[in-house]
């Protein structure tokens, strides 16, 4: 399994034949352009995860992806509404040779006096390759058997002391920040050596956009 970070929560996954990406945000133009696409995958509504002017150019220019999004995306008035499939919680998908099961159910609590809306944590799974999860932003749900974790690893609703249990919990072999483009450089490197130091599991730099085989 190939993985690439494409900027803060924008990650994409290939196997030998299958192509998939998941939340496509307006922070990081970084997966613009992409083509060949079997699925794009969007764990909840906000436009980090889902810029809709450049994600609709990406599925003109994607066809026949499929795309699988947290419920409530389907009722935004999206111009490509007619693209999309809702998958809430519990759903198991088969996209090519990958399997995706749909956790979780909410999005973090970010102040109390903000409403929380929807969020699908997504796992990954093909046979012979590492099971990924990409939680979106929650670290309510740690499913078992996660060998590589996409990890947020800043955000208005998360705090360290909840980024390290949720690790932990996770206990996953491998890790990679997501979720980082509020932060600076030298807040990216806090987070992941407290995340070194504090946990059995590796922490490894995407930023470079570039394929890395886990």
């Known amino acids: 399994m190939k993985i690439s970070h494409l900027g803060h929560a924008a990650v994409l996954v290939e ?9 496509p945000g307006n922070f990081e133009p970084a997966w613009h352009g992409l083509t060949d696409l079997d699925a794009v ?4 509504v906000h436009p980090d995860h889902l810029d809709p002017a450049a994600a609709a150019d990406l599925l003109a220019a994607n066809p026949g992806a499929a795309v699988h999004v947290e419920p409530s995306i389907t009722e935004a008035g999206l111009p490509f509404a007619d693209r999309l499939t809702a998958a809430p919680v519990g759903t198991t ?25 929807g969020n699908i944590g997504l796992v990954l ?5 590492p099971t990924l999860f ?6 309510a749900t740690a499913p078992e058997g996660i060998d590589v974790l996409a990890m947020p690893a800043y955000g208005p609703w998360a705090a360290m002391k909840e980024t390290v249990d949720f690790v932990r919990a996770v206990g996953a072999a491998h890790a990679f920040p997501i979720h980082d483009e509020l932060l600076n ?14 946990t059995e599991t590796a922490v490894t730099d995407l930023r470079d956009h570039q394929p890395h085989t886990f």
């Open 125 to 129: 799974r093909a046979e012979g390759e």
């Open 134 to 139: 990409h939680p979106g932003d929650s670290y």
């Open 93 to 117: 998908l088969t996209i090519g040779e990958v399997t995706v099961e749909t956790v979780g159910g909410q999005h973090a609590e970010i102040h109390r006096d903000i409403p929380r809306i």
């Open 15 to 23: 196997t030998e034949r299958t192509r998939i990406l998941i939340d």
């Open 41 to 44: 995958l969007v764990s909840h």
């Open 185 to 198: 450089d030298r807040g990216r490197g806090l987070i992941a050596g407290r995340i070194a130091d504090m």
